[in-house]
């Protein structure tokens, strides 16, 4: 069920008409909106095994209506932690980049001191301070992928946190 939540507005990069026309919302999501945008997680490739997971906040993203891109905030095995994704079509726009900066608010204003995330794209995170764990052990054995078959094959991601 969507409510009016508070939205905010990302202008397309290009003109229509003459001036600058609203293309993307981004909002709070519903909790039973949550699966809706964890099938574009999926389609993105990364992890969904929510196991152990608290999602504590949603946000969709939407384009006259149609959902391309969300974001979830997430306490697992204690530590803070997101998932962000954008449909292919939509992504290279920043509003990835401003999923992240309203995910890592919500994340300070909960009380965290750091940000602990599995990236399946390392240099994308670094430009936002994220740095590499040196040794795995440091992260709780949910972030390690151990268990996964794809690890190693088709799937190199990398575990990262954000001090904040």
């Known amino acids: ?15 229509l008409g003459g001036r600058m026309q609203e293309v993307f919302k981004i909002r709070n999501a519903e909790p039973d909106e949550y699966p809706e945008i964890e099938r574009i ?9 929510k196991t152990g997971v608290k999602i504590l906040k949603g946000y969709s993203v939407e384009v006259f209506d149609r959902l391309i891109g969300g974001a979830e905030v997430m306490l697992q095995d204690g530590e803070y932690t997101f998932s962000v994704a954008v449909n292919e079509d939509f992504k290279r726009q920043g509003i990835g980049k401003t999923l992240f900066q309203m995910v890592e608010k919500e994340i300070r204003n909960l009380g965290a001191n750091r940000i602990l995330i599995q990236a399946k794209v390392p240099a994308y ?3 936002f301070g994220f740095v590499e764990v040196v040794d795995p052990n440091d992260a709780p054995k ?3 992928c151990d268990d996964c078959p794809q690890y190693g094959k088709d799937c190199f991601p990398k575990i990262m946190v954000l001090d904040l």
Request: proline content about 3%; aromatic content about 20%.
């Open 1 to 15: 069920m969507r409510r009016n939540y508070p939205v905010k507005r990302l202008f397309a990069k290009y003109k």
């Open 41 to 49: 997680f999926e389609a993105q490739g990364l992890e969904n095994n």
């Open 125 to 127: 995170w670094s430009k």
């Open 142 to 144: 949910t972030f390690r």
